[in-house]
């Protein structure tokens, strides 16, 4: 069984930038597709990015485009998620996730598609 978990979360002032990373443990998760997602006590658990198991291709949602990297390491077992130029709208906790591929259809984009969730890194941006 696949255990995830994330660092790397904290306070930063609007425009600044943070790296998170999540650590699988147990075995391999290089199989599966990756994801980020994000959730504040006012909205559902969005995605913010995903990254395919096979070759790595990437899909951001639109409000993070050009800000936010998604990169997996796959020797080590690491996924990543690189924020630059930080809004407060950005402010939430951020979770990584993991799913063995359903379909070749692609972007996965459905919190249903990921079976595997660490228990998330806080992410404050202030203004």
């Known amino acids: 069984q696949v255990q995830l978990g994330e660092s790397g979360g904290g306070l930063v002032q609007a425009g600044g930038s943070l790296r998170l990373s999540c650590a699988a443990s147990?075995?391999?998760?290089?199989?599966?597709?990756s994801a980020w997602f994000r959730q504040t006590p006012e909205k559902e658990r969005e995605l913010v990015a995903v990254?395919?198991?096979?070759?790595?291709?990437?899909y951001y949602t639109d409000s993070v485009k050009g800000r936010f990297t998604i990169s997996r390491e796959v020797g080590k077992n690491m996924l990543y998620l690189q924020m630059n130029k930080l809004k407060p709208e950005d402010t939430a906790v951020y979770y990584c996730a993991a799913g063995a591929p359903r379909s070749t259809n692609w972007p996965t984009t459905d919190i249903r598609d990921f079976s595997l969730w660490g228990q998330g890194t806080q992410v404050t941006v202030s203004s």
């Open positions: 990254i395919r198991w096979i070759d790595s291709r990437t």
């Open positions: 147990g075995r391999t998760f290089n199989d599966y597709n």
